[in-house]
């Protein structure tokens, strides 16, 4: 009988925040670092572009002019994918055609009035501003009657779809709650309901006792790799303490998370010496007007990277007709997060 080791052997991981499962194969990837490793020759962008349509006093579509801001600057998506003014409507054809107009507001957050920074190049305190922006944003926006989930997001990198470097973010406020956020508090609920505990603090303290997967910590938040993620690289924040949203947090925990958002970021640019492309986003409870004492705030990181700053995974073949699939597995992508430092390669020398 062969010793079964999930380094080693093909095996099912099981997402317990969204109830579905993701194929690991750690047998393909013996030797994670395959092949030659080269940086990417990227263009250092000037501190103002004047071509750049979130640059301060430039203008952006419609003939709109950006404020000289200093901070952070937020403004109404000028390319909106959801409208205030969207008639409510239903359709269904025999229960097979179906559709249901949806009303939200698209916002635009604007990190630094810098060009050529990203988070990971910011100031702990300059990124404390920007957790004050979405704070805010988040409580004027779920105050709105309509609005029942704020999803605050960041794509950053051509990679990701971003064409333009400047340091910002988005805010989609709907009028009902997302597929994902959805299928986690689903999750939440059932656990919290049949425990009266949180699942995420269950969780995170599983990974804080064993330490496998855990990539770096503060006194209020934790970065780990999950159990069951499925990009190579994917990480999640966590809240030590059980809150739903931006809204419950105390001043020292805004200060962390902007500490843990500076610390990790400069990870990930420190891995392949790039500027790392990812999606994050903020998943913290609906305003829908419920009570949601099963929510516990957490944020998630989505890099494509794999194996350098150009060779990237793709969702291809079987992940997209059956069920996600990685090689490397979640312990080896914490170890290596954890091995990097976390002064940023661009202030340091050093060798990979």
């Known amino acids: 009988m062969i010793d079964f080791k999930l380094s080693e052997h093909p095996h099912r991981r099981f997402n317990v925040l969204t109830g579905e499962w993701i194929l690991v194969s750690p047998h393909r990837a013996k030797r994670p670092w395959q092949g030659q490793v080269e940086d990417s020759m990227q263009e250092t962008p000037p501190r103002h572009d004047p071509t750049c349509y979130l640059c301060p006093g430039n203008k952006r579509a419609g003939n709109q002019k950006n404020p000289d801001y200093t901070s952070t600057f937020v403004f109404d998506n000028d390319f909106s994918a959801l409208y205030v003014d969207t008639p409510p409507i239903e359709l269904s054809d025999q229960s097979l055609l179906i559709a249901r107009s949806e009303r939200g507001i698209c916002r635009v957050v604007c990190f630094s009035p810098r060009h050529d920074l990203t988070l990971a190049e910011m100031d702990a305190q300059d990124i404390r501003r920007v957790v004050d922006v979405w704070t805010e944003e988040f409580r004027s926006l779920g105050k709105k009657p309509f609005i029942r ?52 603090a269950d969780y995170l303290q599983l990974e804080l006792n064993r330490q496998e997967r855990v990539v770096v910590e503060n006194d209020n938040f934790v970065v780990l790799v999950p159990f069951w993620a499925v990009w190579p690289f994917e990480t999640m924040i966590v809240s030590r303490r059980h809150f739903g949203s931006l809204l419950d947090m105390t001043a020292r925990e805004e200060d962390s998370l902007a500490d843990i958002l500076k610390r990790l970021t400069t990870r990930y640019d420190n891995l392949f010496r790039t500027s790392f492309p990812y999606s994050a986003g903020i998943h913290q409870s609906p305003t829908d007007g419920a009570e949601h004492s099963e929510w516990h705030f957490h944020m998630h990181f989505y890099p494509p990277l794999l194996r350098s700053a150009t060779i990237k995974k793709f969702m291809v073949g079987y992940e997209m007709l059956c069920n996600p699939q990685r090689d490397i597995t979640p312990e080896t992508s914490a170890k290596q997060l954890r091995a990097v430092k976390e002064i940023h390669y661009k202030q340091q020398k050093f060798t990979m």
């Not at 779809?161 to 986690?184: F, M």
């Open 149 to 200: 989930y704020v999803q605050i997001f960041e794509n950053k990198g051509q990679m990701m779809g971003c064409s333009n470097p400047h340091p910002h973010g988005q805010i989609w406020a709907e009028s009902s709650v997302p597929v994902e956020p959805a299928k986690e508090m689903e999750q939440m609920k059932k656990y919290f309901q049949s425990s009266r505990r949180s699942l995420l």
